[in-house]
């Protein structure tokens, strides 16, 4: 019997509990095999991000229990901190099996052991079947070539097995292991189910189309059911969030599941993703009366030429908002997702995306959560690709919560092939820093929702030319407000809006009575989140007996 400890990735939040659900089933595949299985989440443990910095410290911890392997599920933004944590169990246990997965370690296999030897090996893809195959022959003879999926060295020599098939029933994987999570389910709000996996669109920026094979697989409604009345049962949460690449991206399956839901007579919330031209009125009715609240919809621009580069179908700006409308007047919040930095976009492109972001937060009497992202080039994606000789790292990161230290940077700068998506596709027009400022504007204006909706409504161009003027401040300001913790930042853009913008117009009283009135409601949410996020991390510690 192995002894096999996960590491989820940091998500380089100091508030949001998460359960990371794709290591939890493999948590699952592992145990029902016969093995241990514990879940290591640094999430849950550290209490202040500057500790991430020193991400070696937290090796210990990793390796408590002692494992015979540490499997490390990656993402993008948090690469360089999970290949430091592999490097820094190696060199405690150079014994233990340092094994990595997930969608960036895919995309990067043999880059990735080329430049790193702590790293074992790479299973890439699909894990559930490859890493029943692994344990095995980890017990018995470990001749890695008969392990699919896994990417590891013959000596000096990297192989690259064939894959395994894609599991074709999602309903036969087991469910994943929840008593595992070093989260409580009152902390995170709700528990995510697997729906589905895959997306039947093929985003120039995406790697969804190639870590699922281009293949889009849900399961069965019967199932979903199942697990949500059984899993209900044992943690009560308020909310069950479905976690697929694209929920709606078969409409016939989500029918399916309303009419499944209703027939079942089981009432829950839920959120899902979808795509905003599935968002039909019957549709979102549908979801609506199953019991959906919550929608992720990737919008990402509003110019034909940035809807060319990504592969898709330009979709008309009045079609977008009467089907966002469409989920709002059926009762249905949405997370509406844009992208900019795309190679060749301009500041009037960026114009067009940002009115189309504003007017889609404001649809109707609901306020929608909007999103603004930077394009990540991700490694292996056709936008990577075809623009490998205009990459350029400028030491910011990816996201504005990313954390960088300078190892990191060293890192990434040494080994640009290992860390694409923290490269940015170089443009004359448009800097790193002022997209950057600009995501953080539009992320933190938000939390004066009131405020930036009167504004909005009555100045409309003049209010969005002021945005883009503060995004400049801000991209030759010498503060880093980038590693600003979200207090600090709300009272940044607090100060935006009084003293750039209000003194600007004409019969400010009013905003400005409205805006103080919001800033003291988010100080004080900002502080009962920190003590609820602190008490989540205590439960985890608890829970791992490091209290």
């Known amino acids: 019997m192995a002894t096999i400890n996960f590491c989820p990735p940091l998500i380089y939040d100091e508030i949001r509990p998460n359960i990371s659900l794709g290591v939890l089933s493999l948590a699952a595949v592992a145990r029902n095999c016969g093995h241990q299985a514990h879940i290591r989440d640094i999430n849950a443990i550290c209490a202040d991000p500057g500790q991430l910095r020193e991400i070696e410290n937290f090796a210990g911890y990793l390796l408590s229990d002692h494992p015979d392997i540490?499997?490390?599920?990656?993402?993008?933004?948090?690469?360089?901190?999970?290949?430091?944590?592999?490097?820094?169990c190696k060199r405690l246990r150079p014994d233990v099996y340092a094994l990595m997965g997930g969608p960036q370690a895919s995309a990067t296999a043999e880059e990735t052991l080329r430049a790193y030897d702590e790293i074992d090996g790479i299973m890439v893809g699909e894990c559930e079947t490859a890493l029943k195959s692994f344990l095995n022959e980890f017990e018995h003879g470990r001749n890695w070539g008969n392990v699919p999926n896994?990417?590891?060295?013959?000596?000096?020599?990297?192989?690259?097995?064939?894959?395994?098939?894609?599991?074709?029933?999602?309903?036969?994987?087991?469910?994943?292991?929840?008593?595992?999570?070093?989260?409580?389910?009152?902390?995170?709000?709700?528990?995510?189910?697997e729906a589905?996996?895959?997306?039947?669109?093929?985003?120039?920026y995406c790697s969804t189309s190639r870590f699922w094979n281009g293949r889009i697989r849900m399961k069965s409604a019967h199932k979903l059911l199942e697990q949500i009345k059984a899993l209900s049962a044992e943690?009560?949460?308020?909310?069950?969030?479905?976690?697929?690449?694209?929920?709606?991206?078969?409409?016939?399956?989500?029918?399916?599941?309303?009419?499944?839901?209703?027939?079942?007579?089981v009432k829950f919330k839920w959120s899902?993703?979808?795509?905003?031209?599935?968002?039909?009125?019957?549709?979102?009715?549908?979801?609506?009366e199953a019991g959906c609240q919550h929608l992720y919809v990737g919008i990402d621009t509003n110019t034909a030429k940035v809807y060319k580069i990504i592969g898709k179908r330009m979709l008309d700006q009045a079609f977008v908002i009467k089907n966002m409308a469409n989920a709002n007047k059926a009762g249905i919040e949405c997370t509406a997702s844009f992208i900019v930095g795309f190679p060749g976009e301009n500041l009037s492109d960026i114009r067009e995306t940002l009115k189309l972001l504003l007017d889609v937060m404001f649809t109707g009497d609901r306020i929608n959560i909007a999103q603004l992202h930077i394009l990540t080039p991700n490694s292996g994606t056709p936008i990577a690709q075809n623009n490998i000789h205009r990459l350029e790292f400028d030491g910011f990161p990816p996201e504005p919560v990313c954390r960088l230290s300078k190892k990191d940077e060293a890192m990434i700068r040494s080994h640009p092939d290992v860390f694409t998506s923290f490269y940015t596709i170089r443009n004359d027009e448009l800097s790193k820093a002022f997209l950057l400022s600009l995501c953080l504007i539009i992320i933190h204006m938000q939390n004066f929702p009131d405020t930036t909706l009167l504004l909005w409504r009555q100045e409309r161009m003049r209010f969005l030319d002021l945005l883009l003027s503060q995004a400049e401040h801000l991209e030759n300001?010498?503060?880093?407000?980038?590693?600003?913790?979200?207090?600090?930042?709300?009272?940044?853009?607090?100060?935006?809006?009084?003293?750039?913008?209000?003194?600007?117009?004409?019969?400010?009283?009013?905003?400005?009575?409205?805006?103080?009135?919001?800033?003291?409601?988010?100080?004080?949410?900002?502080?009962?989140?920190?003590?609820?996020?602190?008490?989540?991390k205590s439960y985890g510690e608890r829970k791992r007996g490091v209290l």
């Not at 078969?250 to 599941?257: K, T, V, Y």
């Open 70 to 88: 540490i499997g490390f599920s990656t993402v993008c933004n948090s690469y360089p901190a999970a290949i430091r944590m592999a490097i820094a």
């Open 150 to 193: 896994l990417v590891w060295r013959n000596c000096l020599q990297l192989i690259r097995n064939q894959q395994a098939p894609l599991v074709e029933n999602l309903d036969s994987l087991p469910l994943p292991a929840y008593d595992l999570s070093p989260f409580s389910i009152a902390d995170t709000g709700g528990i995510p189910i």
């Open 196 to 204: 589905g996996r895959g997306c039947p669109h093929r985003c120039s």
């Open 235 to 265: 943690y009560k949460p308020n909310k069950v969030a479905f976690v697929s690449d694209n929920f709606t991206g078969s409409p016939d399956f989500c029918l399916e599941f309303c009419r499944a839901v209703k027939a079942g007579g």
């Open 272 to 288: 899902a993703s979808a795509c905003v031209d599935a968002l039909n009125s019957n549709l979102t009715g549908k979801m609506a």
């Open 477 to 536: 300001d010498n503060t880093n407000w980038f590693m600003q913790n979200k207090a600090e930042t709300i009272a940044m853009i607090y100060k935006f809006l009084q003293q750039r913008i209000l003194p600007q117009l004409d019969n400010s009283k009013k905003m400005r009575k409205l805006l103080r009135h919001e800033y003291i409601i988010n100080s004080t949410a900002v502080r009962l989140e920190f003590e609820g996020a602190l008490r989540s």
